[in-house]
């Protein structure tokens, strides 16, 4: 709706704090994000995977890993980082022999729970 009324050069039915503020372009965008891994359960997979986060400059703030056999879940909170590095790392995720499947990647709103 915001996007629709900013076109039409409207503010919408009602007036908006929002309606003046400036767009930014979606890699410029910067927030949380909550990625879910299906891996390989092995020595090192995790090490790999955060060396790629590390690659990109996303900091990780939370990680839970929990084995099913020769596989593992991993789900990972990000600190905030930016959509185009995240991008990036998930681009590197997919070509890593280890990483069986990007299940998930989600942007996580509001503030960091220190």
Not at 39 to 45: F, L
Not at 94 to 110: A, F, K, L, Q, Y
Request: charged share 25%; glycine share 8%.
């Amino acid at each position: 709706a915001v996007g629709r009324n900013r076109l039409a050069g409207t503010r919408g039915p009602e007036e908006s704090t929002y309606a003046d503020l400036g767009a930014h372009a979606m890699g410029e965008t910067v927030t949380r994000y909550h990625v879910s891994l299906d891996v390989a359960d092995k020595p090192g997979v995790l090490a790999r995977v955060a060396d790629m986060f590390a690659k990109q400059d996303v900091s990780i703030q939370t990680v839970r890993q929990e084995g099913h056999g020769d596989d593992a879940q991993l789900v990972l909170v990000t600190h905030r980082a930016s959509d185009a590095a995240l991008s990036a790392t998930i681009e590197g995720l997919r070509e890593m022999d280890i990483v069986r499947d990007v299940v998930s990647v989600m942007r996580v709103e509001g503030e960091d729970a220190s």
